[in-house]
């Protein structure tokens, strides 16, 4: 069974202070890990997808990377609307579209101005 | 840019009741696919569409039905709300292989109470 696991559950950041969030993974081969973020009293939005091992993409202030068993979601520098739960996700490579996607609980992450 | 949209954004259901979820995508995807979402768990995929004409089950689907007669539209009918399916519910749509971009694009939810 797939499996995602994300940590913290929480960080509280200065503005500024940069740090990472974690996605560890299991699943029967990867074809796709996405990151998400949601807003309170929104539908998660789309960040990335990273496809294999060693793959990075950068947005603004976030940088996600992937290895064989986990992906980090680094943010540096952030700034006070950066605060939001950011999610992880996982596709098998066997399965069409999204409908075995596995997410995780999610980091609640806030940034203290 | 509408995306995905759905309704009601809130509601209040009596245990018994029953009531239908709208969701509608203009993106032309393909793929349709209903969450919920509890505190503390991660998003739980209720039930998912192909095309229209052609659902199935998800982890979730007992309470709940779906049917997908367009492209655009894929409601979630709850019937005997219970409780225990006081939710967020989310519905989303994406493409499918062969396109590498599929991501799924999320509507704004609809948030249930069931007393």
């Known amino acids: 069974e797939d499996q995602v696991t994300q940590s913290p559950e929480a960080l509280r950041l200065q503005e500024g202070e940069s740090s990472s969030l974690n996605c560890s993974y299991t699943?029967?081969?990867?074809?796709?890990l996405f990151w998400y973020r949601q807003d309170p009293g929104k539908g998660p939005e789309f960040l990335f997808t990273l496809y294999s091992a060693g793959e990075e993409k950068e947005k603004e202030r976030l940088k996600a990377t992937l290895t064989k068993k986990e992906s980090f979601l680094h943010i540096t520098a952030p700034k006070p609307e950066d605060s939001a739960t950011y999610l992880c996700?996982?596709?098998?490579?066997?399965?069409?579209?999204?409908?075995?996607?596995?997410f995780g609980t999610g980091t609640r992450l806030t940034i203290i101005p | 840019n509408a995306g995905v949209t759905q309704t009601p954004k809130f509601r209040i259901l009596k245990i018994g009741q029953s009531m239908t979820l709208q969701c509608a995508q203009d993106?032309?995807?393909?793929?349709m696919y209903w969450y919920r979402q509890d505190p503390g768990m991660g998003l739980k995929l209720i039930y998912y569409?192909?095309?229209?004409?052609?659902?199935d089950k998800g982890e979730v689907p007992n309470g709940y039905n779906v049917s997908r007669s367009t492209t655009e539209d894929f409601p979630l009918r709850l019937e005997l709300a219970a409780p225990s399916q006081t939710s967020v519910y989310f519905c989303?749509?994406?493409?499918?292989?062969?396109?590498?971009?599929?991501?799924?694009?999320f509507g704004q939810g609809t948030r249930l109470t069931v007393v």
């Open positions: 699943v029967s081969g990867l074809r796709g």
């Open positions: 989303a749509s994406s493409w499918t292989r062969p396109r590498r971009d599929t991501e799924a694009f």
């Open positions: 993106m032309n995807h393909n793929y």
């Open positions: 996700a996982v596709q098998a490579k066997e399965n069409f579209g999204n409908e075995k996607l596995t």
């Open positions: 569409s192909v095309g229209a004409g052609i659902t």
